[in-house]
């Protein structure tokens, strides 16, 4: 029996499922999964001894790779410093300037825990701002574990949404809109019935928990003319996409001009974080200036604080991006050279699905995402994990390219799924 067998065993006992977050079981690739012993750079080592590259990269923080020197020793020095406050502290301040010095939406910033709290928070703001309660989402977007945001379309577009969790009390679900990706109707359907009801609306500009499903920028610039159209606020979630697509993420492309960002994973460094952020205006009717309490025990500590400053400091330059762009396009020409897989790809994003991709539009919604991929990506993780190449362990999570990947880690990826497919 392997080590991670092994630990997988003990741990079941211990934790539903084996794992402290659902995806890390493997529940949706089958098998077991593996236990890390140890990373760098774009590695991991697990307890067995198994090397792997690695293409999930924590899901999405680690745009520098495991344990990038200089956050690693800017960690140690905080470390030797003192780990945590409760009180007021320079270094959350340098990390807000930099970030507010570069970008111009954002005149003020909460750090917080988690990207599901930033979204929880950002909610609550958005409802006092306008005194509405109604909140649309969109359908295969994943905004974190909070009650309201746990919810999927109903049959009709504009009617009861009802939660894809358990535990969720229909209160909760009531003031939850769904509307469709890619899809202008339904969002004129939404608003057309609730438009006066509706705080905010939320998405993913780039969504990237169902797959990578990339939006028509004239969807987004929809979704922003409709908002303002009614007084809704409009909230990008880029705790993915923020500092990944470039240092100021989807909105600094897309000059649609979000009330609010939230932001995770990249501005801790691969430390627990989240944050939200916007004009000086709506900002400051959070709590001790306004009336909307947000608080947290641990929100802006030093760790991730500093963490967060060592690496957007290593991408403020630009230069990090144009590296990932390249590995990108080199990633892209390899995976079109093999038939029977294809790849959605933005920027140093990256998702594969079944078939050829000159006869498939880009899919865009999860209605697109063909079913064929549920049963072919479980084969082909296994495949690759066997050949040392380690993906995200779902079919709907994308993978990462990081600073720390080399053209030959990309080779090693494309080879192994050529030979994974050729073996189907
Ligand atoms: N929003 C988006 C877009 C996310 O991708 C995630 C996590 N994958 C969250 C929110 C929740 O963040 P966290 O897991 O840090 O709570």
Known sequence: MSGSSELFARAQRVTPGG??????????????????????????????????????????????????????????DAIARGWSYGAAEAISLELAELIIGRLPWVEQIRFVNSGT???????RLARAATGRNKILKFAGCYHGHTDSMLIKAGSGLAGQAVADSAGVP?????????????????????FDVH?????????????ANYGLLPQRPEFLRHVAASCRKHGALLIFDEVITGFRLGFGGYTERCGLAPDLVTYGKIIGGGFPVGAFAGKRELMEQVAPVGPVYQAGTLSANPISMTAGLATLRQLADGTVYAELAALGEILEAGIRSIAGVRQQRTESMFWLLPGAADDHGLARSPAQIPVSIAEQYPRIFHHLLGAGVYLPPSPYEVGFLSAAHSESDIGALVDALASAVANQ
Do not use: Q
Request: aromatic share 6%.
């Open 195 to 207: 438009g006066a009801s509706i705080a905010a609306a939320i998405i993913e500009p780039v969504p």
């Open 170 to 190: 229909a209160s909760a679900a009531a003031d939850t809109l769904i509307a469709k990706l890619d899809d202008e109707g339904s969002v004129d359907c939404v």
């Open 19 to 76: 794992v402290h977050s659902p995806v890390r079981s493997f529940g949706s690739v089958g098998g077991k999964p593996v236990f890390v012993d140890h990373a760098a750079a774009a590695e991991l080592v697990d307890i067995d001894g198994n090397r792997y590259i690695d293409f999930c990269m924590a899901f999405g923080p680690l745009i520098l790779g495991h344990r990038n020197e200089e956050v690693a020793a800017a960690v140690s």
């Open 117 to 123: 709290e930033a979204v929880m928070s950002c909610l």
